[in-house]
């Protein structure tokens, strides 16, 4: 896959793009900015932005929300060193695919890096119970909104199983019995008709509107 890697610090950059390239990746820019992480992804399109949060001039966050809204072919991955919650929910509402730590084992890192690429959030355990917690929230649980372009059954039964935590394509068609391609027809349909970008925010947002209660 191509990457860029958004980070004000030199020498974690070098660290981190010798350990991509060695383990067959390509690095195609680099940035020290949010503003010049927008620009490096507009300038190469790659699969993943790798965005820190705490970056001069334009804060990761800002990044972020300006890359989904420009470029939503683009994947932004956050990888910070900050595991406040605040950061957490912010990252994932302005359009961020994943949230990753500093500190992850390099095995554990690629992995979710390559289940990205294939469309499946980057999320440890931990924190993908955070968000549930966070955003099921009775507080925040108001009635269904009324949308013209309604799910139809069969993408409410993915969006219930996504927001239970079956969120690659594979184990969604293993759960509901259906094909590998009629699951990736199902959940280009949600993003498209909820207006968003990634599986993350839609399971965020069945749950903020109250659109699926998660089982006890």
Not at 10 to 33: D, H, I, K, N
Not at 196 to 206: D, K, M, P, T
Request: zero cysteines; glycine letters at 6%.
């Amino acid at each position: 896959m191509r990457l860029v890697i958004a980070d004000d610090h030199t020498l974690f950059r070098a660290s981190l793009r010798s350990l991509l390239t060695a383990r067959g990746q390509e690095v195609v820019g680099e940035a020290g900015t949010g503003g010049e992480a927008l620009e490096q992804a507009r300038r190469h399109r790659p699969d993943i932005v790798l965005m820190d949060l705490a970056m001069p001039e334009m804060d990761g966050l800002a990044a972020t929300r300006l890359i989904s809204a420009e470029l939503p072919e683009v994947k932004v991955v956050v990888l910070t060193a900050s595991n406040e919650d605040r950061d957490l929910f912010e990252a994932i509402k302005s359009g961020a695919e994943g949230y990753l730590l500093k500190d992850l084992e390099a095995d554990v890192f690629l992995a979710h890096l390559e289940g990205v690429a294939r469309g499946e959030p980057a999320l440890t355990p931990d924190l993908a119970r955070k968000l549930l917690t966070e955003f099921a929230k009775p507080e925040m649980a108001v009635s269904k909104t009324k949308d013209p372009d309604a799910l139809t059954n069969r993408e409410m039964e993915v969006l219930q199983a996504m927001v239970e935590g079956v969120t690659s394509n594979r184990a969604l068609a293993r759960e509901l019995g259906i094909s590998l391609n009629t699951i990736k027809f199902h959940v280009r349909n949600i993003l498209d008709k909820l207006h968003l970008h990634n599986r993350a925010q839609v399971v965020s947002y069945a749950l903020r509107h109250g659109i699926i209660v998660p089982s006890p």
